[in-house]
């Protein structure tokens, strides 16, 4: 009978399975313009704008406005305030360290900083007890988590430089963070984040193969920090 019980509930649990996992980009209204989205991918989960060649040439900084947390308003929060706070710092600390790269990230934005607006609206966390239950029916884990963010560059007329609207969700190989609600929401803002300095680079005139150096500060901290502006992301 215990068998026959757990085997319903494991049932149960996979036919919910799909609402768990799935993810979209979102049009919540944050970014100035969604015109220029386009999807890169075939299932439409990340929409770019495609970054102009030499856009970035009269730029020589990057302003990094605070994360907003939009998901409790698009109907998918996080499970607490602790995650929640956990994933909002995922995406800013992976903006700085991303776009140091690039272009110093500066505390006070001057004549030719770009600003960088960033918001997450929607999180799905992976759910442990669950997952825990499929492995102890050797079905292995099943319920993964992930996160929506909306991001764009500005420049410093207003005009919009790049921007995202990107849903990422765990990847089968990701095996903590089954086990820990908010990891893949934390590594799905950081693959947000990646994609918009790919698309940054590409609007960025090379000056050769050699790496360049750039250093700035945030929160009395260097953000310096050093990449090949020729090789791949």
């Given at each position: ?143 993964n988590g992930g996160a929506v963010a909306e991001i764009e560059v500005l420049g410093p007329s207003g ?75």
């Open positions: 009978m215990s068998g026959g019980r757990n085997a319903l509930l494991v049932l149960a649990l996979l036919c919910l399975a799909p609402g768990c996992i799935n993810m979209h980009p979102t049009r919540s209204g944050f970014l100035t313009d969604y015109s220029a989205l386009e999807p890169i991918d075939k299932r439409d989960r990340v929409r770019v704008k495609p970054v102009a060649c030499q856009s970035l040439d009269a730029i020589d900084s990057f302003y990094i406005e605070p994360v907003v947390w939009l998901a409790d308003d698009m109907g998918q929060p996080a499970s607490s305030a602790k995650n929640q706070e956990a994933i909002r710092n995922a995406l800013q600390e992976a903006l700085v360290n991303e776009l140091s790269c690039i272009r110093p990230v500066v505390e006070q934005a001057g004549p030719g900083t770009a600003l960088v607006r960033s918001a997450i609206t929607g999180v799905q966390e992976s759910k442990p007890l669950e997952n825990i239950l499929l492995m102890s029916q050797i079905l292995g884990p099943f319920f005009e919009q430089i790049a921007a995202e609207s990107a849903a990422y969700k765990a990847r089968d190989w990701e095996v903590v963070g089954y086990f820990w609600r908010p990891k893949h929401a934390k590594t799905a803002m950081r693959r947000a984040v990646r994609q918009l300095a790919k698309d940054l680079e590409a609007g960025s005139t090379p000056s050769g193969p050699e790496e360049f150096t750039e250093t700035g500060s945030v929160g009395g901290r260097s953000t310096g920090a050093t990449r090949s502006v020729t090789s791949p992301e």
